[in-house]
């Protein structure tokens, strides 16, 4: 069995990050969405959040599951014996920060294939960051993320 992993942080989960998912969902017999608990960014939601609502959001793709890890990415990939890692490309920029990321990851774990997908072009513009941003300032996110994490973003800031 194929086994892709798509690894990040998900704070939150966006329709790009989920165009990724429907895409890869696809090409590989199964996918595995990993959360990364304690990266080093300064997070909004906590890992429980993220996992519920990453989970909430891909519960219709019947190939696609949703596990947190801690440490390397690719030791997680290596423990759910999985081959390939999955990654989202929006610009240059993102092409550049994730060749030097697929060159160390190479390096430390050769059998891992990474596999990068275009985000469609309706998404290049959207981050994690720029929603969180607009959701801050009271500013309307959707259609940018589902619907579920709307709601949690509307409860974050309306503390």
């Known amino acids: ?11 939150p989960i966006t329709e790009g990050h989920l165009d990724i998912v429907r895409r890869a969902s696809k090409v590989f017999e199964e996918l595995i969405i990993g959360i990364h608990d304690k990266p080093e960014k300064r997070l909004l939601f906590s890992i429980e959040e993220r ?3 990453v989970q909430e959001t891909v519960k219709d793709l019947r190939n696609v599951r949703v596990e947190h890890f801690s440490g390397l990415t690719i030791d997680f990939i290596h423990s759910v014996k999985g081959m390939v890692m999955v990654r989202g490309l929006r610009a240059i920029s993102d092409f550049e920060r994730e060749l030097a990321m697929a060159l160390m990851n ?3 774990a050769p059998d891992i294939e990474m596999v990068c997908l275009m985000t469609s072009s309706r ?6 960051s720029a929603i969180k941003e607009i959701a801050s300032l ?3 996110v959707k259609g940018m ?8 973003l509307d409860r974050k800031f309306s503390k």
Request: no cysteine; net charge neutral.
């Open 1 to 11: 069995m194929k086994t892709a992993v798509y690894p990040g942080t998900f704070d």
């Open 51 to 53: 996992v519920t609502m």
């Open 106 to 108: 190479k390096e430390l």
């Open 123 to 128: 998404y290049q513009f959207l981050s994690s």
């Open 138 to 140: 009271r500013g309307s």
């Open 145 to 152: 993320v589902p619907d579920n994490v709307v709601l949690a």
